[in-house]
Nanobody
Framework: QVQLVESGGGLVQPGGSLRLSCAAS?????????MGWYRQAPGKERELVAT???????NYADSAKGRFTISRDNAKNTVSLQMNSLKAEDTAVYYC?????????WGQGTQVTVSS
């Protein structure tokens, strides 16, 4: 089992930055998990924002490319999402995700609101 706890959400003005963090704990070695960030805006489906694999390679949604950076620290069992040049359309609940084989684990989510 894996437990995930997100932090770092909040209110930010358009053009601003936020850094989300996700701390993982449990009985599975963090380094063998693929980690990701998803988001869900009101009335919309949950969508992938970014993924970082066990190799360290990354994948981004088109909306995140060039603005967001995902990283992981296997020594601290954490994954982060640095978000720059935030836009109103980035407003959503952001969820941390861990995957291993057919297993999926989710955090409780953290709210990001981009508004002036």
């Amino acid at each position: 089992q894996v437990q995930l706890v997100e932090s770092g959400g909040g209110l930010v003005q358009p053009g601003g930055s936020l850094r989300l963090s996700c701390a993982a704990s449990g009985s599975i070695f963090f380094s063998i998990l693929s980690m990701g960030w998803y988001r869900q805006a009101p009335g919309k489906e949950r969508e992938l924002v970014a993924t970082i694999f066990t190799t360290g390679s990354t994948n981004y949604a088109d909306s995140a490319k060039g603005r967001f950076t995902i990283s992981r620290d296997n020594a601290k069992n954490t994954v982060s999402l640095q978000m720059n040049s935030l836009k109103a359309e980035d407003t959503a609940v952001y969820y941390c995700n861990a995957k291993r084989s057919t297993n999926n684990w989710w955090g409780q989510g953290t709210q990001v609101t981009v508004s002036s």
